[in-house]
């Protein structure tokens, strides 16, 4: 600073200048826990705002901003010493989001009423505010004020002369403005991220026919580095819209990277979302690759060690993975060579370090560590896969999934009566969850309690009628299997099917090319119908996709619309064949009708057709 500045006065000055800066946007940076013990700022801490400000909690705007930081929440990554929540105040004159050193985000009532002026995009808006300033807590990335406290306790704030201005010039050349500046640019990225990782539509938050982002930092008065001057919001936006160019190009390798999941396609998943990693590494992304290499883990396996789908407990019971797609079960052939080990070892590796890397950006991450527990069993190791799958449960005691894959690891034990315990506690939490009938069926057909075996199968059959393990269940149980004739038979959107896909359809479109092949996108004009193909550069495999978006306005042929609930898509279409758990919601998977629907709150977000040639 002083090879920068001669003089004390001056240095005395630029001190202030440095912590009114910082004062005006606590956004900006984030005061570690250490640091706090030795501030004298009350504002620092969340008693100051709830004393002296009006916390709004039951209306429906808090409710509203309450719900969009859930979501966002459930996918964003985490501070390891603190937990983030959200408090909303009706009487802030600010226009901007706050977040304070102990994880407290402080929403002004202001900043929702700024978003929901457009009622179908301001949810996405807001996400991309708070998932803002969660990658802020997240990195950490507060000033340090120890070193400028005390310069302030007897120097008045200094009014913006030219010498003050000449300061602040100054002060945009320091090395930490510098790294301010990539700390804001990084915040924009992730809140973007974060919201697509949730499930909210980007082109809500930014597209060239909206100005939300632009308008948002007038009004807040929010310039490049993230303060409250004026003189370089032009800068900021530009640099925002470069930044988020490319934001939305590498988006689509993630949503195609889980639809691809979703249809059991892993390794080309694999190719996409490791392509998206290396732009934004993130918990969820290492968590859904993890997933893929545990399905072809399991796919080589099964070809490694046949004879195990009547002796492994992997394929005995249902383990319950999130995802937990639903080729669990594949061809099994009688080729074991050495390419099957080789394969598996790299593959549960493979799983285990993804995992692991999940678990390491979030150690609260129950998720991560129930997936860990089913590849280690699936590995062998006992005692690791109870050890994992008991924190996911420490970590969410409402873990259905982790109560049955629990109950799993002790029913390779032979021990009947624990696994019976959890098993039970997963039915408690989840009556309609299907998975631990199946294995209460199994375990007690094991045990020779035929009659009790059958109660659970019936219940199973309830729940998943159309599953791909009823009919397993029905031969160990030596039961005839009575279902409905399987019908196939597509619909289209917007009366377009997979088959008849091509460059006719749309002008506007884009392609990206991955390791393994080029995926190219279609859109309409309001972005209500999406095209999508992935073809491999070999040509032996093309996968095609078409999505009906948040804002399509047509129904199914069996009029479910966007926002149709849960219950009118199965009184609809049925049972569906399986279900794939993710963080936000669920799919339902029609594989006779190659329809697959997202569910979030127990309501349609969209739905998409598929067809792999």
Known sequence: MSLLIQGKQFHCKLCIVILMLFATCLPSGRLRADDLQTSSSPEMKIDYWLSNFNQIIDSEKAQIASDVFNRIFAVSDKPIDILPQLYVFSDLALQQLVALPDGSIILPEKVIDFC??????????????????LKHVVKSDYWKLNQIMQFVDDVKKQDQTKEFRNILEKIHALPVMTYRKEMETQADEYGILYAALAGFPVASIVSPTNSFISD?????????????????????????????????????????????????????????????????????????????????ALQNYLKLQPESMATNPNFIYLLSLQFDPASRYVLVTRNVNNKYQTKFRYHIESAIVNFEKAKELDKFYAVASNNLGCAHLLKGNLEFAQGYIKNAIELNTDYAEAYNNLAITYLAQQNYASAEKYLSRAIQLRPSYAEPYYNLSVANQRLKN????????????????FSLFTQRLADMLNEPLQTEPVTFWWEPIDGVLPTNIS????????????????????????DSVEYSLYATDQNAKKIIMIQANENYAKSTVRNIKIGSPLSAVQTSYNVPCTRVSVTTGEYLIYANLKLIFNIVDNHVRSWFLYDIF
Request: with cysteine.
């Open 116 to 133: 929901l002026r457009n009622k179908d995009a301001g949810k996405a808006q807001l996400a991309f505010l708070i998932g803002h300033e």
């Open 216 to 296: 948002y930092y007038r009004a807040a008065k929010i310039n490049i580095h993230g303060d409250l001057t004026n003189n370089s919001l032009k800068e900021r936006i530009d640099a925002l819209n470069l930044r988020l160019e490319r934001i939305q190009q590498n988006i689509p390798l993630f949503e195609i990277g889980t639809k691809l999941y979703v249809i059991s396609q892993f390794d080309e998943a694999i190719d996409l979302l490791t392509k998206f990693l290396a732009q934004y590494p993130s918990r969820e992304v290492y968590n859904n690759i993890g997933l893929c290499h545990y399905q072809l």
């Open 450 to 465: 035929k009659d009790v075996a059958m109660q659970f199968y019936q219940n199973f059959m309830h729940l998943a009628p």
């Open 503 to 526: 460059l006719k359809h749309q002008a506007e479109y884009q392609s990206f090319r991955t390791e393994a092949g080029v995926v190219t996108m279609w859109h309409k004009a309001d």
